[in-house]
């Protein structure tokens, strides 16, 4: 597995960087040992950078795996606005992975200038846990471009922010205040100022699963990319992005395996059409009708974040 550095004061991680999103809770919700089983796969076959977050719910699985295999790189996020609430982010990570050292911590679904300053204390804070030594590199997560452009501005007053996580995918899909276009500029603009750039949703929430080859391929072969998190719930599709990763044709069975319906988030009947849902999606995919909640499909990018706030559990991405 060919290995990148993260920008210019990030970490040397594989390009292929598992996101655990689809393991936790949130979409498979597999056991830890079964998590933490698929992450050693990965981790024998060269995959040593793992992306998580507080509310993946994903701690354990990536503890286990670490007994093991103590390199893995761990990328995690948080949303403190204070410095008291990201002292108690990074403490719940160091505790739940088992490990002082984090080697990205970001903050997790940041949207633009106005954002990041609302969020400056916990920013500080992670900052100065760097200087400590007890944080590798700090960015931010966003499916916005504004974010990126303002994480390159607002990023000086910290010496720079390190990392940014994007949506990033051939068509653009998911990018809630922009085209593919600008968020192909400003994560060039990103790179050109030192950012590593990790991209995310490369299958565009799973609607460009239907040519998964070339989608991956515009991703990998875009100058502004570094790395890529792919959420993979099988060693199937371990193998499967392995090989197109590392330009080959992926096995027959592997593709006959991964060929299979996307994900799609679906909403129990127990909904209470509270209408929680609609205000966390940013791709406005959810409306209430009838006292209960409907997702379109069609705009909907599987981020699962409209799941963390159902106070009834009653929407899963299967
Ligand atoms: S409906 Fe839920 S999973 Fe789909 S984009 Fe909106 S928040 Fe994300
Ligand atoms: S937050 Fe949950 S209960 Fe409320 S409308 Fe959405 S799906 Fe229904």
């Given at each position: 597995?060919?290995?990148?550095?993260?920008?210019?004061?990030?970490?040397?991680?594989?390009?292929?960087?598992?996101g655990?999103?689809?393991?936790?809770?949130?979409?498979?919700?597999?056991s830890?040992?079964?998590?933490?089983?698929?992450?050693?796969?990965?981790?024998?076959?060269?995959?040593?950078?793992?992306?998580?977050?507080?509310?993946?719910?994903?701690?354990?699985?990536?503890?286990?795996?670490?007994?093991?295999?103590?390199?893995?790189?761990?990328?995690?996020?948080?949303?403190?606005?204070?410095?008291?609430?990201?002292a108690?982010?990074?403490?719940?990570?160091?505790?739940?992975?088992?490990?002082?050292?984090?080697?990205?911590?970001?903050?997790?679904?940041?949207?633009?200038?106005?954002?990041?300053r609302?969020?400056?204390?916990?920013?500080?804070?992670?900052?100065?846990?760097?200087?400590?030594?007890?944080?590798?590199?700090?960015?931010?997560?966003?499916?916005?471009?504004?974010a990126v452009?303002?994480?390159?501005?607002?990023?000086?007053?910290?010496g720079?922010?390190?990392?940014?996580h994007?949506?990033?995918?051939?068509?653009?899909?998911?990018?809630?205040?922009?085209?593919?276009?600008?968020?192909?500029?400003?994560?060039?603009?990103?790179?050109?100022?030192?950012?590593?750039?990790?991209?995310?949703?490369?299958?565009?929430?799973?609607?460009l699963?239907?040519?998964?080859?070339?989608?991956?391929?515009?991703?990998?072969?875009?100058?502004?990319?570094d790395?890529?998190?792919?959420?993979m719930?099988?060693t199937?599709?371990?193998?499967?992005?392995?090989?197109?990763?590392?330009?080959?044709?992926?096995?027959?069975?592997?593709?006959?395996?991964?060929?299979?319906?996307?994900?799609?988030?679906?909403?129990?009947?127990?909904?209470?059409?509270?209408?929680?849902?609609?205000?966390r999606?940013?791709?406005?995919?959810?409306?209430?009708?009838e006292?209960?909640?409907?997702?379109?499909?069609?705009?909907?990018?599987?981020?699962?974040?409209?799941?963390?706030?159902?106070?009834?559990?009653?929407?899963?991405?299967?």
């Open positions: 597995m060919r290995r990148v550095r993260l920008g210019a004061r990030g970490p040397e991680v594989s390009r292929l960087c598992f655990t999103l689809t393991m936790g809770p949130l979409q498979r919700d597999m830890p040992q079964d998590g933490a089983a698929l992450l050693c796969y990965a981790a024998n076959r060269g995959i040593d950078f793992v992306d998580t977050a507080e509310i993946y719910g994903t701690y354990p699985h990536i503890a286990l795996a670490l007994r093991r295999h103590p390199q893995l790189k761990v990328c995690t996020k948080t949303y403190a606005c204070d410095a008291a609430e990201a108690k982010s990074l403490a719940l990570a160091q505790q739940g992975i088992g490990r002082a050292y984090i080697d990205v911590f970001m903050l997790h679904e940041q949207e633009s200038e106005h954002t990041l609302g969020h400056e204390e916990a920013l500080r804070y992670l900052a100065e846990k760097k200087r400590e030594g007890l944080v590798g590199a700090i960015g931010i997560s966003t499916h916005h471009v504004a452009r303002a994480a390159i501005r607002f990023g000086r007053n910290w720079g922010l390190d990392v940014v994007p949506i990033f995918n051939r068509k653009g899909l998911g990018v809630v205040d922009g085209t593919r276009a600008d968020m192909e500029e400003a994560c060039a603009q990103a790179k050109a100022h030192g950012m590593g750039v990790l991209a995310m949703k490369p299958l565009g929430g799973g609607h699963i239907g040519a998964p080859q070339s989608a991956f391929g515009y991703v990998l072969t875009h100058p502004a990319v790395a890529v998190a792919v959420g719930q099988s199937a599709e371990i193998d499967y992005n392995l090989a197109v990763f590392e330009g080959c044709a992926p096995a027959k069975d592997t593709r006959r395996i991964c060929a299979r319906a996307p994900r799609r988030a679906m909403v129990h009947d127990w909904c209470a059409g509270c209408a929680a849902c609609v205000q999606c940013d791709q406005q995919a959810i409306a209430v009708r006292g209960r909640a409907h997702i379109d499909a069609a705009r909907c990018v599987r981020c699962g974040y409209c799941a963390t706030v159902c106070p009834q559990f009653c929407i899963k991405i299967i």
